[in-house]
């Protein structure tokens, strides 16, 4: 069973700074990896996908890796503002196309 | 841009009373899912659909959950009766079939079984 872990559960930066959000999971045979962004209280939003082909995607300021062989994702967040502050959760789809969640990392950018 | 769309936004019930959660997903998206997710946790899946049919419910309590999509378009998620660990963001994702399979998550339903 696939088991996806994020690390840290909390992260507190001063605005401008770049970060990194891990995500690892015990399976390598993924068909494809997703972040997601969950502000307080609301649904999710995909920022990013990268297939299991794919090694990073990016969108404007942000920028996600894939290594399969290592089972290690990150999302790097680069000059961050306190509009970034939200959980970011990453999820594996594996051959069912379905999701199995990490439990988050909640990112504070502070003005 | 076409969105999940989900009724009721927020929900407060009785313990042992039944709650019903809708959800519409984008259009021509073959594939359903709905997630739990608690509080602090990451979502899970409870049943997937492909059109009308359930893929997998493996994750559904089922002497108390049910979830149908009978024209393959919108599905409800019923609780019946529910009971306070119930009390949960209960998420709806569509996809297409083919493609990246990216799921595409709406608002969800908060629940507070009280």
């Known amino acids: 069973k696939q088991e996806v872990t994020q690390i840290p559960a909390a992260l507190s930066v001063p605005e401008g700074e770049n970060l990194v959000l891990n995500c690892s999971f015990t399976?390598?045979?993924?068909?494809?990896l997703q972040w997601f962004r969950q502000d307080p209280g609301k649904g999710l939003t995909s920022l990013l996908l990268?297939?299991?082909?794919?090694r990073e995607q990016t969108s404007g300021r942000l920028n996600a890796s894939l290594d399969k062989s290592s089972g290690r994702s990150t999302l790097y967040i680069a000059a961050s503002q306190p509009g970034d502050s939200a959980t970011y959760l990453c999820a594996s789809s594996g051959s069912a196309r379905q999701l199995t969640f990490g439990s988050g990392t909640q990112l504070t950018v502070l003005p | 841009e076409a969105e999940v769309a989900q009724s009721p936004r927020y929900k407060i019930t009785e313990k042992s009373q039944a709650v019903a959660f809708w959800c519409d997903p984008i259009s021509g998206h073959a594939t359903l899912y709905w997630y739990r997710q608690i509080l602090g946790q990451g979502p899970e899946l409870l049943v997937q659909f492909q059109d009308e049919s359930v893929v997998d419910d493996s994750q559904l309590p089922k002497d108390r959950f049910s979830a149908e999509r009978l024209k393959g378009v919108d599905s409800t998620l019923k609780i019946q009766p529910a009971e306070l660990g119930d009390s949960a963001m209960y998420l709806c994702a569509s996809s297409p079939v083919g493609g990246s399979y990216e799921q595409y998550f709406g608002p969800g339903t908060r629940l507070t079984v009280t």
């Open positions: 990268i297939q299991s082909s794919q």
């Open positions: 399976d390598s045979a993924i068909y494809n």
